[in-house]
């Protein structure tokens, strides 16, 4: 069992060696654990955190005091680059890595692992439904000035059991976190059923997913996670993020960039659309002329024969 | 077999776009309608991104009515005189319905108002063709009344009369103007060739002959589609080729299957099945608007 896993162990710092992957510097403290007072699992006065966050506030702030053995991330990725090609049908992403620590592993709750994979944000609207006149009509809507289009949380516990809220929003991991902000008037009265039917509508088309449990961690040294893009992916450069928390606290982060890019017949295509519109919408009605055409005489021709 | 759409950036299963094509195409060959009204809203629920179905929607017409007309050609039951009329005011149309269409997109109502204009619209031309219909069916079998070769209406009584040879029409040129304009304001909105409110139109309105309204109606049709394809290729990048392309193969071959067997059909049977096609995706798009739906909120991208 030990010798697999350092087997394992020496095949993946091999890989690493070659992984692309930058370290993250947002952790001010350069890499000194922050913690807080707070333990996972305390129960919060109700008041205290709203339950279901508004993505518009602010990062909370966490205090910052360095404390315990400093433990980092290091891991990589199957494939740095994606091609959507004609028979694109999804793509699963193999993240793996090792923490690396000088002192042996630290006593206390275990360590606990979230993978996120983020595609690039866009601005969308949310319309609501009322009954008009008898009638179902769009009436209210709200405007969400950035909402990532595809955002994957791959976990190794229940998410609410190993992240402190604070830590959340710091570093923005949970699905309702991951949208940015409102863009103009809020005109309703609450956006929150409005940013829950997003999360929930996106989730029905399989483009936001929380997995929890699915990251395998061994010994607290070795890890995986598999991650599935769907195939209805959007061009651009997704972002995938590995947080090392223990206690409810991110001690690490770990940052490497996945390149989705349409690529041969898609790629030709997509950008004569935008760059030759003109050309590109005569050729779309060539091929209907030619092909309507093309069918009525082939007919003629058996209806004859 | 999935394939991944560039424009559309979904990925979608290709036999069932060849599928959807070809049950449109046959529409078209059978009724003379281009199967916009069709296609979009099956386009809509296969996962399509709306303004990408509408566009693309609008190619495929193009497509089986071209397919569809030729084979009309051969048979001679095109009235080339009367579809170039109905065309220019078709173009017209076209282009205010698209004037008032990003007026309705900055009230945010575009969704509303398209459908109920099929709810209206399909309403009662349904209802029309299938009183008329029966109505007809019941005289054939019972020729008691003599039929006349059509009702003389208001709109034989205006001015600038024009011959219409091959529908044997001698009418003035104001009706069929405002029909083609009609229709074409009612294309740009609802992103249909508008074939379902032109064959009624004709054959109620006009008083043209059966015979000749599919083919005729197919040609100002093939016309207009393609205007608003390249508008929208131009003006919106949502023209999708690779969707277009699947659902045409599916369509032409449909739209040749139509045509065959709408010249075996009887032109009272052929009336009575549109009739209740018609009513039935007006039913449907009632329902939609009246019942609560299951989904209160939507999403759709950008910022107006």
Redesign the interface.
């Known amino acids: 069992m030990r010798g697999a896993a350092r087997g394992w162990g020496v095949l993946l710092a091999l890989m690493l060696a070659t992984a692309p992957g930058a370290r993250a510097q947002e952790d001010e403290a350069g890499g000194v654990p922050p913690t807080v007072p707070l333990r996972a699992g305390d129960i919060l006065p109700e008041d205290s955190w709203p339950t279901y966050p508004d993505p518009a506030q602010p990062r909370a702030d966490v205090a910052e005091e360095p404390v315990g053995p400093v433990e980092e991330v290091v891991a990589g990725l199957s494939s740095d680059a994606v091609a959507?090609?004609?028979?694109?049908?999804?793509s699963d992403i193999l993240i793996y890595g090792a923490i690396k620590r000088e002192t042996p592993i630290p006593q206390g709750p275990p360590l606990q692992i979230i993978v996120t994979v983020e595609a690039p944000s866009?601005?969308?609207?949310?319309?609501?439904?009322?009954?008009r006149a008898?009638?179902?009509?769009?009436t209210d809507?709200v405007?969400i000035?950035a909402a990532p289009g595809f955002y994957a949380v791959a976990t190794t516990a229940a998410l609410d059991d190993i992240l402190l809220p604070e830590w959340d929003s710091r570093y923005r991991i949970s699905l309702p976190q991951a949208m940015r902000a409102f863009?103009?008037q809020i005109a309703v009265e609450s956006a929150v059923?409005?940013t829950e039917?997003?999360i929930?509508?996106?989730e029905q088309?399989d483009l936001y997913r929380l997995d929890e449990g699915s990251v395998k961690l061994v010994e607290q040294t070795l890890f995986r996670a598999d991650v599935r893009l769907p195939?209805?992916?959007?061009?651009g450069s997704y972002k995938t993020r590995i947080f090392l928390l223990r206690d409810g606290q991110v001690i690490d982060v770990f940052v490497a960039p996945i390149d989705v890019r349409?690529v041969g017949?898609?790629?030709w295509?997509?950008r004569l659309?935008?760059d030759q519109?003109?050309l590109?919408?005569?050729?779309?009605?060539a091929?209907?002329?030619v092909?309507?055409?093309?069918?009525?005489?082939l007919?003629?021709r058996l209806?004859r024969a | 077999m999935q394939i991944y759409l560039p424009i559309a950036e979904v990925s979608v299963n290709a036999f069932t776009l060849i599928g959807l094509g070809g049950l449109v195409g046959l529409m078209s060959g059978l009724f003379g309608v281009g199967g916009g009204f069709l296609i979009t809203p099956l386009l809509f629920f296969i996962g399509i991104p709306p303004p990408i179905a509408v566009a693309t929607g609008a190619n495929q017409v193009v497509a089986s009515s071209v397919s569809g007309v030729l084979a009309h050609v051969k048979r001679k039951s095109v009235d080339f005189r009367m579809g170039w009329v109905l065309l220019a005011g078709g173009l017209v149309g076209s282009w205010l319905g698209v004037w008032v269409f990003t007026i309705l997109q900055g009230m945010g109502q575009v969704d509303l108002v398209v459908q109920l204009c099929y709810v209206v619209f399909l309403g009662l031309i349904g209802m029309m063709m299938l009183q008329e219909s029966i109505r007809a069916l019941r005289r054939s079998r019972h020729p008691t009344t003599r039929r006349r070769l059509h009702q003389h209406m208001w709109v034989h009584r205006l001015p600038a009369k024009m011959k219409f040879r091959a529908s044997g029409l001698y009418i003035s040129v104001i009706p069929p103007l405002l029909v083609g304009l009609a229709v074409g304001v009612l294309a740009a909105i609802m992103g249909v060739g508008g074939g379902f409110i032109m064959v009624p139109a004709m054959i109620y309105l006009l008083g043209m002959p059966t015979k000749v309204v599919v083919g005729t109606s197919l040609f100002q049709i093939t016309f207009v589609t393609a205007f608003t394809t390249v508008m929208h290729a131009v003006s919106y990048n949502t023209v999708d080729i690779m969707l277009a392309v699947l659902l045409i193969v599916g369509g032409v071959i449909g739209a040749q299957f139509g045509t065959t067997l709408g010249a075996k059909l009887r032109a009272e049977q052929l009336r009575i099945l549109l009739a209740l096609l018609v009513l039935a995706v007006c039913l449907k798009l009632a329902l939609d608007l009246f019942l609560t739906p299951d989904e209160l909120f939507a999403i759709t991208p950008g910022i107006r």
């Not at chain 1, 959507?84 to 999804?90: H, K, L, Q, V």
């Not at chain 1, 609207?125 to 009954?131: A, F, I, S």
């Open positions: 959507i090609t004609a028979s694109f049908d999804g866009q601005a969308v609207t949310v319309w609501r439904k009322q009954r008898g009638i179902w009509v769009n809507s405007r000035g863009a103009g059923p409005f039917a997003l929930r509508l996106r088309d195939a209805n992916l959007v061009e349409k017949l898609e790629r295509l997509y659309a935008f519109p003109f590109y919408g005569l050729m779309s009605l091929v209907a002329v092909a309507g055409w093309g069918a009525s005489a007919f003629r209806r």
